[in-house]
């Protein structure tokens, strides 16, 4: 039985099992990246676009991947 606070481990299958949930955000994060670039040389900086390249910017550094 488990105890008054404690959390049923058995019934939660994502703290059971460690496995890759995505195996294609790399991939992703990277053809997002591409396509920001093309958008940015079309429609100019806006701060759409700034806070998009933002979110994809943290996504590369998080998965280690160089922008250059």
């Known amino acids: 039985m488990t105890g008054f606070w404690k959390r049923p481990r058995r019934l939660n299958y994502a703290v059971n099992n460690k496995r890759v949930?995505?195996?294609?955000k790399v991939a992703n994060a990277v053809k997002h990246?591409?396509?920001?670039?093309?958008?940015?040389?079309?429609?100019?900086?806006?701060?759409?676009?700034?806070?998009?390249?933002l979110i994809v910017w943290k996504k590369l550094k998080k998965y280690w991947i160089k922008t250059n």
């Open 21 to 24: 949930k995505s195996t294609s």
């Open 33 to 53: 990246y591409e396509t920001l670039k093309k958008r940015v040389e079309v429609e100019w900086e806006t701060k759409w676009l700034k806070n998009a390249f």
